[in-house]
């Protein structure tokens, strides 16, 4: 059994979700002990505890120590099965960080699956929903594997109440390898603008700082961002809540960023917020953002040859997933660039006859 200390690194919630997705993929038990031990409450949440047990539904694994709460946790994985299934985080807890661990399984179904999770979909800390369709699934789709994301309803702190529904016809169970490094000239600039239970202006604010900020440093560039609101009699959800995703199309890539609103936080705040991210990212030239560096790494050390990517800002979190795809799949990686920086990974994943 691999036994993984949750303390490295970042210490929190990602050591656990990659440790699960890698050991139902490979059918190696692992135990993950410390978790979450750099957070100011330690142990398992409601959104990491849902995570496992649908990982361990899927794949019929058998699961010690999943309570909210616990610091160590036993995973013993069988086969995963294709099938529909449908998981409630119970709170506002994020639905992307839960589907961080279950998309990667998916792809290794032995029939055609979808889930469907019920949760927050734009809450702190994580990725918004609208980054999950506009850039995620553009870069996975690149490694050879395509599914579909529908959004029944929206869910933001502390209410939750969000519905999201993937679904993948034909797992590919492998991915490609890729070379991209540089993310080439820019083409154009996207975005949603999205408020529930709030007047539409807000939306409509959020969209034009972002919109300003842009205009600054790219003039000339097309942007478009779009927007999302219900009249107050026809609006489905919990809320309030609001956010922003952009996503920039290059000639070699798809870079985003985001902001996500707040009580008390001007929705000017917001927008600038998610322009900044991306024009940041946009400034190193690199082809994967900040927060694509930590999920393709797992992707590219399942792949069938080497990859070469260049990541805007080697984070704590990127850092993390080399140290444990090194460690469960016993991957070659290397990186040129230092923490919080841009960097290029080398990815050399085991040969596939391993698994």
Same mark, same amino acid.
């Given at each position: 059994?691999?036994?993984?200390?949750?303390?490295?690194?970042?210490?929190?919630?990602?050591?656990?979700?990659?440790?699960?997705?890698?050991?139902?993929?490979?059918?190696?038990?692992?135990?993950?002990?410390?978790?979450?031990?750099?957070?100011?409450?330690?142990?398992?949440?409601?959104?990491?505890?849902?995570?496992?047990?649908?990982?361990?539904?899927?794949?019929?694994?058998?699961?010690?120590?999943?309570?909210?709460?616990?610091?160590?946790?036993?995973?013993?994985?069988?086969?995963?099965?294709?099938?529909?299934?449908?998981?409630?985080?119970?709170?506002?807890?994020?639905?992307?960080?839960?589907?961080?661990?279950?998309?990667?399984?998916?792809?290794?179904?032995?029939s055609p699956v979808s889930v469907e999770v019920r949760g927050g979909t734009d809450v702190p800390w994580s990725p918004p929903v609208d980054y999950l369709r506009f850039v995620i699934r553009p870069h996975l789709e690149r490694v050879g594997y395509s599914?579909?994301?529908?959004?029944?309803?929206?869910?933001?702190?502390?209410?939750?109440?969000?519905?999201?529904?993937?679904?993948?016809?034909?797992?590919?169970?492998?991915?490609?390898?890729?070379?991209?490094?540089?993310?080439?000239?820019?083409?154009?600039?996207?975005?949603?603008?999205?408020?529930?239970?709030?007047?539409?202006?807000?939306?409509?604010?959020?969209?034009?700082? *972002? $919109?300003?900020? #842009?205009?600054?440093?790219?003039?000339?560039?097309?942007? !478009? @961002?779009?927007? %999302?609101?219900?009249?107050?009699?026809?609006?489905?959800?919990?809320?309030?809540?609001?956010?922003?995703?952009?996503?920039?199309?290059?000639?070699?890539?798809?870079?985003?960023?985001?902001?996500?609103?707040?009580?008390?936080?001007?929705?000017?705040?917001?927008?600038?917020?998610?322009?900044?991210?991306?024009?940041?990212?946009?400034?190193?030239?690199?082809?994967?953002?900040?927060?694509?560096?930590?999920?393709?790494?797992p992707y590219l050390a399942l792949a069938n040859g080497l990859s070469t990517i260049g990541i805007s800002r080697l984070t704590l979190h *990127? $850092?993390?997933? #080399?140290?444990?795809?090194?460690?469960?799949?016993?991957? !070659? @990686?290397?990186? %040129?660039?230092?923490?919080?920086?841009?960097?290029?990974?080398?990815?050399?994943?085991?040969?596939?006859?391993?698994?």
């Amino acid at each position: 059994m691999l036994v993984i200390d949750g303390s490295f690194g970042e210490g929190g919630g990602q050591i656990l979700r990659t440790a699960v997705a890698l050991a139902a993929i490979t059918g190696e038990e692992v135990k993950i002990v410390n978790i979450r031990a750099k957070r100011p409450d330690p142990g398992l949440k409601r959104q990491h505890l849902t995570g496992i047990l649908a990982a361990a539904k899927m794949c019929d694994a058998v699961v010690e120590g999943a309570s909210v709460g616990s610091t160590e946790v036993v995973f013993k994985p069988g086969t995963i099965r294709g099938g529909r299934y449908t998981f409630d985080v119970g709170t506002a807890g994020s639905v992307t960080l839960v589907l961080q661990t279950l998309l990667p399984i998916m792809a290794f179904a032995d029939s055609p699956v979808s889930v469907e999770v019920r949760g927050g979909t734009d809450v702190p800390w994580s990725p918004p929903v609208d980054y999950l369709r506009f850039v995620i699934r553009p870069h996975l789709e690149r490694v050879g594997y395509s599914f579909s994301v529908e959004v029944f309803r929206r869910g933001h702190y502390p209410r939750g109440g969000g519905v999201v529904r993937v679904a993948v016809e034909r797992p590919p169970r492998s991915f490609r390898s890729v070379e991209l490094v540089r993310a080439g000239n820019l083409l154009s600039i996207n975005g949603l603008s999205h408020c529930v239970k709030l007047p539409k202006h807000v939306a409509e604010r959020q969209a034009r700082a *972002a $919109y300003e900020e #842009i205009r600054k440093h790219f003039p000339n560039v097309r942007v !478009d @961002i779009g927007l %999302e609101w219900y009249e107050p009699e026809k609006d489905p959800h919990l809320g309030p809540g609001s956010g922003i995703v952009l996503w920039a199309t290059t000639e070699r890539s798809v870079v985003g960023g985001d902001g996500l609103g707040e009580k008390g936080k001007p929705a000017e705040v917001v927008g600038r917020e998610a322009a900044t991210k991306l024009l940041e990212d946009l400034s190193t030239g690199m082809a994967y953002d900040r927060h694509m560096a930590d999920i393709i790494i797992p992707y590219l050390a399942l792949a069938n040859g080497l990859s070469t990517i260049g990541i805007s800002r080697l984070t704590l979190h *990127a $850092y993390t997933n #080399i140290w444990l795809v090194k460690n469960v799949l016993k991957a !070659d @990686i290397s990186y %040129e660039g230092d923490i919080d920086s841009p960097a290029i990974v080398r990815i050399k994943p085991r040969t596939s006859k391993e698994f």
